[in-house]
């Protein structure tokens, strides 16, 4: 008989804040500059302001990409793009 139980690592929210920031920073450096990281167990909020709706997806996927987030809330503006 053998045991298959594998413990996963709890989340260590300065990581992960870390993580985000700087895929952030590495990625779309204007983006970084505008977003607030909040990290709270495995949950990440984003606030700020991004200027487009690839903007907005690519921070949002950054987020979730980061190895021990469960959820994401979302609290990014998008910039109102010209008519």
């Known amino acids: 008989m053998s045991n298959q139980i594998r413990l996963k690592q709890r989340a260590n929210p300065a990581g992960i804040r870390s993580d985000i920031e700087s895929a952030l920073t590495r990625h779309a450096q204007r983006e970084a500059k505008h977003i607030a990281v909040e990290v709270d167990g495995s949950v990440v909020t984003l606030r700020g302001r991004v200027e487009s709706l690839a903007e907005h997806e690519a921070v949002l996927g950054t987020a979730w990409a980061s ?17």
């Open 67 to 83: 190895r021990g987030v469960t959820r994401v809330i979302d609290q990014l503006a998008v910039a109102e793009q010209p008519a």
